[in-house]
């Protein structure tokens, strides 16, 4: 089960939700130094502390991350952080 689960609705087509997506993942990974890849409609991130996924379909973008121990006690602030990156680009 992931530390993190934040889902945002979105109305845009596939193709532009995913070009979004790749945007939020280079983004993030520029901040916080994953890296990152797609496979399938996911992008799956790796970076010191933290593994996950972002999801992509018709309708949603889901983040779902694990958190090593160290950054556990921040969960709420990340958590935070990625509501507030997804409303961003996402709204």
């Known amino acids: 089960m992931s530390d993190i689960v934040v889902t945002h609705s979105h109305n845009m087509n596939h193709a532009d939700a995913r070009n979004l997506a790749t945007e939020l993942a280079n983004e993030l990974a520029a901040r ?13 991130f790796e970076g010191i502390g933290v593994h996950g996924q972002i999801e992509v379909d018709a309708s949603n973008i ?17 958590e935070k952080e990625i509501s507030t990156v997804l409303n961003s680009h996402f709204s």
């Open 32 to 44: 916080h130094h994953l890296s990152h890849h797609w496979e399938a409609d996911t992008i799956h």
């Open 62 to 78: 889901c983040i779902c991350a694990e958190l090593g121990w160290l950054l556990k006690p921040l969960r709420g602030v990340i």
